[in-house]
């Protein structure tokens, strides 16, 4: 059967080839199309158009004032070197209103694995042939994945803030010197485990296959908090004009950690224990702080440290469920690390002097008493919750207790 095109003004270079195209591309290779135009030089065009796309003029009608009239028959050739598109089904679903992540997957599950040659290529396209090959690293779903990263992906999105204005700045403005040199320093040691925490994920993230776009999101988003959390702590210690020390033994761990390149220990040591860890320092700054500015930023990062570590138990729970060997496996990535920090004893003397003159709020005996105490308290309460961590990660309590006896004193 002949189908038949009225190209009514169009002309070649005016719009028609796109026209064509829409037309004769999805006929079979044999299948005719004739074209109509009012146009006598069109008319002539439309026989070379048709030789540069692949399909050949079979018969015209040129009549003394038109219209005229070329029938073309399509050739065997595609535009696209794959095959052709599938028929058009229905798609994701939103739902209230919103398209979740979790939605990608509305036809298929997750793949286990994925070729490491794949592209760039958004889930559900069809690539092309005659692309360049890729070399991902991260090609196995169960190295990386999280049962729930979509929703975290979701999560994420949803509790972005601006440090620049989301922290009541002012009111960091007018604080005794010993308590700004304090905050200082317990915002700098911040700010210097953050850029771990971003280093770490960054890293991984242009290894991960595409065919994976949850963890590309996740992965982004996680270093992008890590961005904000630079960010909001480094302008906390500026503000005050107090200037502080990155220390030497933070840099010594977190060096250490960047020296881990496996993700599932990465998992366990940056977002099992690191910024879990984490998770109650910035609370104790949140509930401690002398003023407004510095506990908003210490509550704000932790909301976003909640997320980084509920995808680190996640991850690890399941990859542990999937493969008991690899609980022994993370147990050897700590104690590789801890080898390697056997010089550090105990937090530095200088965060635990910001930590207790703040929790203390004056310079008076009775009060950095109290303030020690707080400290001492700080310490049992990382500890405590390190173990649930780790318990609700899949270690037993033996091995949970040693793993947390192999964190770092450096808390990240
Ligand atoms: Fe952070
Ligand atoms: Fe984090």
Same mark, same amino acid.
């Given at each position: 059967m002949t189908r038949e095109l009225d190209a009514g003004a169009l002309e070649l270079g005016g719009g028609l080839e796109v026209l064509l195209a829409a037309s004769i591309d999805p006929m079979q290779p044999g299948a005719r199309l004739l074209v109509r135009t009012p146009s006598r030089a069109t008319a002539y065009e439309l026989h070379g158009w048709a030789r540069r796309a692949g399909h050949r003029a079979v018969a015209e009608r040129l009549p003394d004032g038109g219209p005229y009239e070329l029938e073309i028959e399509r050739g065997a050739h595609r535009g696209v070197l794959a095959d052709p598109l599938p028929a058009r089904a229905s798609g994701p679903k939103p739902a209230d209103g919103r398209m979740r992540t979790s939605e990608l997957r509305w036809q298929a599950e997750v793949p286990a694995s994925t070729p490491?040659?794949?592209?760039?290529?958004? /889930?559900g396209s069809i690539p092309e042939l005659g692309a360049p090959r890729f070399d991902w690293t991260l090609n196995d779903r169960d190295r990386i994945w999280a049962d729930d990263v979509a929703e975290l992906v979701d999560q994420a999105g949803a509790a972005q803030w601006d440090a620049a204005s989301a922290v009541p700045w002012d009111a960091a403005l007018e604080l005794p010197e010993f308590m700004e040199r304090a905050v200082s320093q317990v915002m700098t040691f911040i700010a210097q485990n953050e850029y771990a925490a971003l280093y770490v994920p960054a890293r991984f993230l242009p290894g991960v296959n595409p065919a994976f776009p949850e963890m590309v999101m996740w992965l982004s988003r996680h270093v992008h908090d890590e961005a904000r959390h630079i960010e909001v702590f480094t302008k906390r210690s500026l503000i005050g004009g107090q200037a502080s020390y990155s220390l030497a033994s933070t840099e010594l761990s977190l060096h250490s950690l960047l020296e881990e390149h496996d993700f599932s220990g990465c998992a366990l /040591?940056?977002?099992? /224990?690191g910024e879990g860890t984490f998770l109650d320092l910035l609370q104790f700054v949140d509930q401690h702080a002398p003023d407004a500015a510095t506990r908003a930023a210490a509550a704000l990062a932790h909301r976003d440290e909640v997320r980084h570590v509920h995808f680190g138990i996640s991850h690890v729970r399941r990859r542990i469920a999937l493969d008991p060997a690899e609980r022994a496996a993370l147990v050897a990535v700590a104690e590789r690390r801890a080898s390697k920090l056997t010089q550090m004893s105990g937090l530095s003397p200088l965060l635990v002097e910001g930590l207790t003159i703040m929790a203390a709020g004056s310079l008076q005996p009775a009060e950095l008493s109290h303030g020690a105490d707080a400290v001492k308290g700080l310490m049992k309460t990382m500890e405590t919750n390190r173990l649930k961590r780790l318990a609700a990660a899949g270690f037993d309590p033996q091995t949970a207790q040693y793993l947390s006896d192999l964190h770092t004193p450096n808390l990240m």
């Open positions: 490491a040659s794949c592209g760039f290529a958004p /889930l /040591l940056l977002n099992v /224990l």
